[in-house]
């Protein structure tokens, strides 16, 4: 019998380094398929080696044991096309976007009609690479940060992997406190780190077992979600505490609605990184307009709904004109605990124990958040390298989990300005002190979608056969050069309480000045890109 080599490493290695028999590979082919590089899941526990002895322990318990190997055709039996839509539905049904909303008011000081407009067109802009990436998983049966790899080549989309991995973590850390939060505000008794110690706990359970068990939470965790935010806005809109706050006008509007903007951008574009994660088992032939429509779908009506009703909110809070102190039940509680503290300002009074109950469902709403973040930081971890790979997926969940633990525990007591930092940059916090990195999914962006459309001409252009062939995915020289310009451009750009770009200063009051980074790192990537990547092509030809 004719043997085959398992290839989907650089040097040929697989992390249980044995051969599968033909009869496992070529025979499961359907006809329609390009199926070179795909792994059949087999592959994993053959050996005695303790990768194998790791996958055959994690079989038994159904924990999904892929990693970022090519899924093959036959095993992408994942039809239900809902269940794309409610993936994104319940990851943003969350108090995480609620908090986005309520930045408007008291972070950028902006009135009712000019933040809810910049929430709708926003979000509309910012959903759409979600949505386009999220239809190559079906077509190559590829995670997000391999498909990098026709972008940024081999070695590049490493780096790209680094930041993903930032992100993950750090976006894992902010909704983690938010949580936290709530359990606090329901009662005062419970310290910040059990609460992140219990939602954290609680997404690891999840996105152990796999791909199919964080789609089925997904699929019904919106749901109570939904029905306490419904609760949130009855309840307020019978409160008659809603003000029409007025737009205000010049330089300062200009500067707060575009730095909103960048907040509300980055969150929106934020699963950029690992759309197609959670598409790969999707069969080829699945409509790729139906793919976008209900990824579409379930990105903005969560978003629109929970950062509109969020700033909604927000406009209820007053503070005196001159000592700047809180003047009512929803001021006073959003500066004793931030987003718990205004939300129960809403629940508790007419509701007692039963407000009580829906803020710790709330509170729990940040595992649908936070189960994406975990879930694709093991495999970006394992885009890493030859040994990183060799570490089963759930093992770099644990890892993950741990490590975002670490930094929302400390980082509690300082949230606001996590939260209004990271929105635009990623954060990674050790202790108290905070490490800022650049506004990379628009750079990410402007890079990828020039190779797409201009260099490859569409999804004809891309040879999935070579995902894992060095030699044979672009150099990625233009690439890393135009992420360097996209870089730059970010920083003339941002507006940041701890540094404000030349071009960013005149854009706002030239004190907070007005943030453009986004647009502007995406439009330098884009730019050097197109120009660098054509000559590359010319010199290597791929």
């Known amino acids: 019998m004719g043997m085959i080599k398992t290839e989907y490493d650089v040097e040929g290695y697989s992390p249980t380094d044995t051969e599968l028999p033909e009869k496992h590979i070529s025979s499961r082919l359907p006809v329609y398929a390009d199926e070179t590089g795909a792994v059949p899941d087999q592959s994993f526990t053959i050996g005695n080696s303790l990768y194998a002895r790791a996958q055959r322990f994690a079989g038994k318990w159904s924990i999904e044991q892929r990693g970022i190997e090519r899924v093959p ?21 969350v108090v995480s976007s609620f908090a986005i909303g309520v930045l408007a008011v008291p972070v950028f000081q902006l009135g009712f009609v000019d933040a809810l407009l910049t929430i709708l067109f926003i979000n509309l802009l910012g959903i759409t690479p979600v949505c386009f990436f999220s239809t190559f998983g079906p077509v190559f049966g590829l995670r997000q940060m391999v498909l990098s790899r026709f972008y940024f080549g081999w070695y590049g989309t490493k ?39 219990i939602i954290a706990a609680a997404t690891f359970v999840v996105t152990l077992f796999g791909y199919k068990v964080v789609h089925y939470y997904e699929f019904y965790s919106w ?21 029409n706050i007025p737009m205000k006008v010049g330089n300062s509007e200009a500067g707060s609605v575009l730095s909103f903007a960048s907040s509300v951008f980055g969150f929106a574009t934020g699963w950029t990184s690992y759309a197609a994660d959670y598409t790969v088992y999707q069969p080829h032939t699945v409509s790729r307009v139906k793919t976008f429509a209900w990824t579409w779908a379930g990105l903005i009506f969560p978003l629109l709904f929970t950062e509109m009703l969020g700033l909604a909110v927000a406009t209820a809070m007053t503070y005196d004109p001159v000592t700047f102190e809180p003047t009512n039940d929803y001021s006073r509680g959003y ?51 030859r040994w990183t790979q060799a570490v089963p997926r ?30 635009l940059i990623i954060n990674t916090k050790t202790n108290t002190v905070a ?13 990828a979608l020039p190779e797409h459309f201009i260099f490859r001409k569409g999804i004809k252009g891309y040879d999935p056969a070579t995902y894992t062939t060095p030699h044979l995915l672009p150099p990625g020289i233009a690439a890393m050069v135009a992420f360097c310009f996209g870089i730059f451009g970010a920083v003339m750009g941002m507006a940041q309480v701890w540094f404000i770009g030349p071009i960013g200063k005149h854009i706002g009051t030239p004190e907070y000045g007005g943030d453009i980074g986004f647009p502007l790192a995406f439009c330098f990537a884009f730019v050097s890109y197109c120009a660098l990547r054509a000559v590359e092509k010319r010199k290597y030809g791929r």
């Not at 469902?361 to 694709?376: D, E, F, G, K, T």
């Open 394 to 423: 759930f093992i770099w969940t644990f890892v993950g989990t741990l490590v975002y633990c670490a930094i929302a525990i400390p980082g509690y007591t300082h949230f606001e300005s996590v939260l209004e930092n990271f929105m």
């Open 73 to 93: 055709e036959d095993e992408r039996t994942d039809t239900n096309l809902a269940k794309v839509g409610t993936m994104w539905l319940a990851a943003n049904m």
């Open 335 to 385: 500066e004793s605990s931030h987003i718990g503290g205004l939300l129960a300002a809403v629940l508790f009074p007419p509701l007692g124990r039963f407000g009580r109950f829906c803020l710790v469902v709330l509170a729990l709403s940040i595992i649908a958040n936070n189960c994406p973040n975990i879930y694709s930081v093991s495999l970006s971890l394992q885009v890493l390298g």
């Open 223 to 243: 749901i109570p979600s939904f029905i306490i935010f419904l609760i949130v806005l009855g309840e307020f809109a019978h409160s008659g505490a809603f003000v």
């Open 159 to 197: 780096i790209i992997a680094i930041f993903n991995v930032l992100a993950c973590v750090g976006w894992s850390s902010v909704n983690v406190i938010v949580g936290a939060q709530l359990l606090h505000a329901v009662n005062n008794d419970v310290p910040g780190f059990a609460g992140v110690i």
């Open 435 to 447: 490490n800022e990195q650049g506004y990379w999914l628009a750079i990410y962006e402007g890079i």
